[in-house]
């Protein structure tokens, strides 16, 4: 298994940025992904989660900004961050995890980043004026 993440960049507060997750090594089987941010000196905080099923979860400090989609020609899921906010600045991480390890709840999946076994190299994302 193996994801790649592009994307990341700086922008003005109100910006907006599209970050990418490309999943290799699944096959047929199912997934789960979070997408985890990390502030500088804070833990990775899980923002966004997808499930296979369709599922998705946000959460509440990016609900209404933040949403999921995927191209599935390509194995990618993309994390469209619309009116970015300073706090939302730091490296962003892509995980995943085997459909078949993952949580009933893409919610409570999304609450622990160790509960997911494969990661990105992380982007960075910069909310500044």
């Known amino acids: 298994v193996h994801l790649v993440e592009s994307g990341g960049g700086s922008v003005q507060p109100g910006g907006t940025l599209r970050l990418s997750c490309t999943l290799s090594?699944?096959?047929?089987?199912?997934?789960?992904v979070g997408w985890f941010h990390q502030a500088p000196g804070k833990e990775r905080e899980g923002v966004a989660g997808y499930d296979s099923d369709g599922s998705t979860t946000y959460a509440d400090s990016v609900k209404g900004r933040f949403n999921i989609s995927k191209d599935n020609a390509k194995d990618t899921l993309y994390l469209q961050m619309n009116n970015l906010k300073p706090e939302d600045s730091g490296m962003y991480y892509c995980?995943?995890?085997?459909?078949?390890?993952?949580?009933?709840?893409?919610?409570?999946?999304?609450?622990?980043?160790?509960?997911?076994?494969?990661w990105g190299q992380g982007t960075q994302v910069t909310v500044s004026s």
């Open positions: 995980a995943s995890e085997f459909k078949l390890l993952c949580r009933a709840s893409i919610a409570l999946q999304l609450s622990s980043a160790s509960q997911f076994g494969e």
């Open positions: 090594g699944y096959g047929a089987q199912g997934y789960c």
